[in-house]
């Protein structure tokens, strides 16, 4: 018999400022306990020194999650110099310290600059990615380090904030699969020393800014009718998908799991709408047809 749900089936995406000491499911679970929300799930973790924007989803909105994981991003860290630590961070154990030579502010442009474009980074040890099975982490907390292959990724861009002997403060703009905590390791082993993060914030997350928002004490703070009405509609993360529409009747069909006849020169994956209610995904075919893909339970929930 299977288990009866104890919570609501809200839909939407909350955008949370997460705060410092946390991890990405700490922070998650707090807002879904706000909600009393039966399914929800984060996209793009957050280490616990990390704050910032963290996209939560809710019902509906976690099918669109997995396409969230692949947005650029947006950081501002700080990157303690003459230190290294097992983790990449302050929270872990130091492992060296290097005396920092003297460098110039050109010297170290030129040293961001190395970093920018299409670069090969070799992912941390403490990180999520799996080896044989098991993830990386795990085998770092065991002592363990193991091989891990070079991954391509894009640095788009690296302004530098603030500089002094002992730490430099940058603002990176960077793609997917970029680990902040490698690039803070190899900014210092570059400059002829070694480095390691101190702090970290995520302002910008494909389309959404850490301007939009709200922390856990914000929301706490929110009746239900404000609450809810915080939530954005699950189609936003879509929005670059081309859309089409469909009348009542279609919308049967379509429900129904059936093939309609659509006059639409789109072709490929295509949002779908009814009224302006968005029902799923759904694929335009050369001969002109709609095929439904991925359909959204949207009633009394955003959208």
């Given at each position: 018999m299977?288990k009866?749900?104890s919570?609501?089936?809200?839909?939407?995406i909350?955008?949370?400022?997460k705060?410092?000491?946390?991890?990405?499911n700490q922070?998650l679970?707090?807002?879904r306990r706000?909600f009393?929300?039966n399914?929800?799930?984060?996209?793009?973790?957050?280490d616990?020194l990390?704050?910032?924007?963290?996209?939560?989803?809710?019902?509906e909105?976690?099918k669109v999650?997995?396409?969230m994981l692949?947005?650029?991003k947006r950081?501002q860290?700080t990157?303690?110099?003459?230190?290294m630590t097992?983790?990449?961070?302050?929270?872990?154990?130091?492992?060296a310290?290097m005396?920092v030579?003297?460098?110039?502010?050109?010297?170290?442009l030129?040293?961001?600059q190395h970093f920018?474009?299409?670069?090969?980074?070799v992912?941390p040890?403490y990180?999520?990615?799996?080896?044989?099975?098991?993830?990386?982490?795990?085998?770092?907390?065991?002592g363990k380090?193991?091989?891990?292959p070079?991954r391509r990724?894009?640095?788009?861009?690296?302004?530098l904030?603030a500089f002094d002997s002992?730490?430099?403060?940058l603002?990176v703009?960077?793609?997917?699969?970029?680990?902040?905590r490698s690039l803070?390791?190899?900014?210092g082993?570059?400059?002829?020393s070694c480095?390691?993060?101190?702090?970290?914030?995520r302002t910008?997350s494909g389309?959404?800014?850490?301007a939009?928002?709200?922390?856990?004490e914000?929301?706490?703070?929110?009746?239900?009718a404000?609450?809810?009405?915080?939530?954005l509609?699950?189609?936003?993360p879509?929005?670059h998908?081309?859309?089409?529409?469909?009348?009542?009747d279609?919308?049967?069909?379509?429900?129904?799991?059936?093939?309609i006849d659509?006059?639409?020169t789109?072709?490929g994956?295509?949002?779908?709408?009814s009224?302006?209610?968005f029902?799923g995904?759904?694929e335009m075919?050369?001969?002109g047809?709609?095929?439904p893909?991925?359909?959204?339970q949207?009633?009394n929930?955003?959208?």
């Amino acid at each position: 018999m299977s288990k009866r749900k104890s919570g609501l089936d809200v839909s939407g995406i909350i955008l949370l400022d997460k705060r410092l000491g946390v991890s990405s499911n700490q922070a998650l679970q707090e807002v879904r306990r706000l909600f009393n929300a039966n399914k929800a799930g984060h996209t793009g973790s957050l280490d616990p020194l990390a704050t910032g924007l963290l996209p939560l989803c809710f019902g509906e909105a976690t099918k669109v999650s997995a396409l969230m994981l692949d947005d650029d991003k947006r950081y501002q860290v700080t990157i303690r110099l003459g230190v290294m630590t097992d983790t990449g961070d302050s929270e872990g154990q130091i492992v060296a310290e290097m005396p920092v030579p003297d460098f110039s502010e050109s010297q170290l442009l030129d040293c961001l600059q190395h970093f920018t474009g299409e670069i090969d980074q070799v992912p941390p040890m403490y990180s999520a990615l799996k080896h044989q099975g098991k993830k990386l982490y795990e085998l770092a907390r065991e002592g363990k380090t193991v091989d891990r292959p070079a991954r391509r990724i894009t640095i788009y861009a690296i302004e530098l904030l603030a500089f002094d002997s002992q730490q430099i403060s940058l603002d990176v703009r960077c793609s997917k699969g970029t680990y902040i905590r490698s690039l803070a390791e190899d900014i210092g082993h570059y400059l002829g020393s070694c480095g390691t993060v101190t702090a970290l914030r995520r302002t910008a997350s494909g389309q959404f800014n850490l301007a939009d928002a709200f922390t856990i004490e914000q929301l706490r703070e929110m009746d239900l009718a404000t609450l809810y009405a915080s939530r954005l509609p699950v189609d936003i993360p879509l929005s670059h998908i081309p859309a089409v529409s469909v009348n009542d009747d279609q919308v049967l069909s379509i429900k129904q799991g059936q093939q309609i006849d659509l006059n639409s020169t789109e072709l490929g994956t295509v949002r779908i709408y009814s009224q302006q209610c968005f029902l799923g995904l759904g694929e335009m075919l050369i001969n002109g047809k709609l095929a439904p893909k991925k359909l959204f339970q949207l009633d009394n929930q955003a959208h």
